[in-house]
């Protein structure tokens, strides 16, 4: 089973989200808004699919990283998060929630070995 298909995002506390997202577009060139950006990609294998990869930053007092005290959090597309899953489980991984569904896609949050939230997403069909 392929696990990991590619990096859905990329997420990080700061003190000011605004100023934030404001030095990256004037320095970088990012074209971010309040919620960060989103880079569309096609499939090197099949460009017919479509994907795409975010970039955002939160506050510094934002509860979507518990029970991480790290400052970041990584995104991970995966290919079928059912199945991951219970392997996940049959591995004692720490799984911090159940899957979540919603339009774009199901999510669910697992902690690395030293406390590092992970969110793993399967898009639908983009």
Not at 59 to 70: A, H, I, L, R
Not at 89 to 96: D, P, R
């Amino acid at each position: 089973m392929k696990k990991v298909t590619g990096l859905g995002g990329v997420f990080f506390k700061c003190n000011d989200p605004k100023a934030m997202n404001d030095w990256y577009v004037k320095n970088l060139g990012l074209p971010a808004s309040t919620y960060g950006t989103t880079f569309e990609w096609v499939d090197a294998d099949d460009p017919s699919k479509k994907g795409s990869t975010s970039w955002c930053t939160f506050p510094q007092d934002t509860k979507y990283f518990n029970p991480s005290e790290k400052p970041f959090m990584i995104n991970y597309r995966v290919e079928n998060l059912v199945a991951l899953l219970e392997e996940l489980k049959s591995e004692n991984v720490t799984i911090v929630d159940e899957i979540a569904e919603y339009d774009y896609g199901k999510f669910i949050h697992v902690l690395d070995p030293e406390g590092n939230i992970i969110e793993l997403w399967e898009p639908k069909d983009e």
